[in-house]
């Protein structure tokens, strides 16, 4: 059956409607960062860019922080994230965990004593790997669709119907496109005075609908940073990053029918969609740090836009539609080949201001401002020919607008132990959409320092809502979602040089 409906595909490509394409949601996916890093920086939330001397602060704040260190460090930090998500759609909830294990740094700091008569004190050179974010994630929902009448109810024929406008009804009936078999059951029809523009007409009014969604992958980046301290209260920094993301998206979606109330010939459809994307990217940040007094600090920090040059993407779906009968001759398994693309994305500059109150010996609290516009995401195709994204850049400037983060953090330390405590709040990145994307974050954890080694533990708790959609059609609700993340953070370290 397979290869008979193997004209299918160039049907879909013919009439320019894909299930899967590039939009301004896979922007915001690969440009969005959160609170990962070594364990001292994820139990401050985030909240070390006037503070500093952490691998992290490079990466996420304030690169002037680099020089802030005395002595040459080399730390690992292993991550176990666990994250949880409740999809509630038309009264029935369901809830799914995954764990996961990941690396969330490896760095190497050096500094360099000068050694001269001038107030340039000390150079600092690091390099390592960061993460920026974790997709591994899983959610399940599923509810009845109820609806007396076409326009009360929903099911994926609404969404395939469309995929069939521009053809001419003479034509179809008889093959094995798409487009025959909806018409062949009984499950389009032509819009009452539209030409070769189809509908949904299956009359069924009970339909039981789930979806259940397992992404995974990571983005992180790997720098270079190199900064210097001038007579201990002037610290610059640069640093180079090159991101990197894997991600991956396997999709299931099933619909039925109770009590047999479907009188167009099939019983039950299965929808399954696979999605892998790739990339890497350039960006430079900048950062500034000044202590004019002994017990405070305060600096900016400037991050570019990453540039991803050649974002790799591939996919494939399968459509399976069983007959009520169960009769083989009448069951459609249709497979769409695999499909491949590439395309560039510009992604937003942030801007960070940073203060930092240090009480002697004792420990230090920490406020961090992070402007990030994602307005400004930008997509592009390998060639004009391919594609212009037109469409997606103007929803990018419809639907986002810039996020505003605060963080705070304190350390309290009681000699070797130190104790921490962190919290961060986004604001909002969508605009225009009956949809909040804030988020808040909670962070705790402890610390060990000896003469050359040490240890941090850190918890992080995080939790915002969210909402989805099993297909695009007018009839159909979203489904919401309230997603709980946690990690247990250990970075072991050791410290070199003279004390």
Same mark, same amino acid.
């Given at each position: ?60 704040? /304030? ?6 260190? *005395?002595? %040459?460090? #080399?730390?690992?930090?292993?991550? @176990?994230?666990? +994250?949880? &998500? ?58 009845? /669709? ?6 009360? *109810?929903? %099911?994926? #024929?609404?969404?395939?119907?469309? @995929?069939?406008? +521009?053809? &001419? ?70 640093? #180079? ?259």
């Amino acid at each position: 059956m397979k290869e008979k409906l193997v004209a299918i595909v160039m049907m879909f490509f013919a009439i320019g409607e894909i299930v899967i394409a590039q939009n301004e949601t896979d922007a915001y996916r690969y440009s969005q960062e959160e609170v990962f890093g070594t364990a001292r920086y994820m139990s401050l939330a985030g909240s070390m860019g006037g503070f500093g001397a952490d691998f992290s602060t490079l990466i996420h704040s /304030n690169p002037a922080t680099i020089g802030l260190y *005395k002595r %040459t460090e #080399i730390a690992i930090t292993p991550c @176990l994230s666990y +994250g949880k &998500n409740t999809a509630t759609y038309n009264h029935t909830t369901t809830a799914v965990g995954k764990y996961n294990f990941s690396l969330g740094n490896l760095s190497l700091v050096t500094s360099f004593d000068l050694n001269n008569n001038t107030k340039w004190k000390s150079i600092q050179f690091a390099t390592g790997y960061n993460q920026k974010f974790n997709y591994h994630s899983s959610i399940t929902a599923k509810g009845l /669709n109820k609806g007396l009448t076409q326009d009360t *109810k929903s %099911t994926f #024929i609404d969404y395939l119907a469309p @995929l069939c406008n +521009g053809l &001419n009804v003479s034509t179809i009936g008889s093959g094995n496109t798409l487009a025959d078999i909806l018409w062949y059951h009984w499950l389009i029809d032509t819009i009452p005075g539209g030409k070769n523009t189809y509908q949904s007409v299956a009359t069924i009014n009970t339909i039981t609908q789930k979806q259940t969604i397992a992404t995974s992958g990571y983005s992180g980046e790997y720098i270079f940073s190199g900064g210097a301290n001038y007579d201990d209260k002037l610290f610059l920094g640069l640093t #180079i990053g090159i991101p990197f993301f894997d991600y991956r998206y396997k999709s299931l979606y099933t619909e039925g029918f109770v009590e047999n109330e479907c009188s167009s010939g099939y019983d039950s459809l299965i929808f399954e969609d696979n999605f892998h994307a790739r990339g890497t990217g350039i960006n430079f940040k900048l950062g500034i740090l000044y202590q004019p007094i002994s017990f405070l600090r305060f600096g900016v920090g400037f991050h570019t836009p990453t540039f991803y040059t050649n974002i790799k993407e591939s996919y494939d779906q399968y459509l399976t539609m069983l007959s009520v009968e169960h009769n083989d001759s009448n069951n459609y398994d249709i497979n769409f080949d695999k499909g491949n693309f590439n395309w560039n994305l510009v992604a937003p500059y942030k801007l960070t201001a940073n203060m930092a109150v240090l009480i002697s010996h004792y420990g230090f609290v920490n406020i961090d401002y992070e402007m990030k516009d994602y307005s400004v995401m930008n997509m592009s195709a390998q060639s004009i020919v391919d594609y212009d994204f037109e469409e997606e850049n103007a929803n990018i400037k419809k639907y986002y607008q810039p996020t505003h983060t605060i963080k705070v953090g304190a350390e309290f330390v009681f000699n070797p132990i130190a104790i921490r405590l962190g919290y961060a709040y986004m604001s909002n990145p969508y605009r225009d959409l009956d949809k909040d994307g804030s988020c808040h974050t909670f962070a705790c954890g402890m610390g060990f320092k000896g003469k050359i080694f040490f240890a941090d533990f850190a918890y992080l708790y995080k939790m915002y809502n969210d909402k989805d959609i099993f297909y695009n059609a007018d009839n159909l609700k979203t489904y919401s979602l309230k997603k709980h993340s946690q990690n247990f953070v250990l970075t072991i370290g050791w410290k070199l040089g003279k004390i």
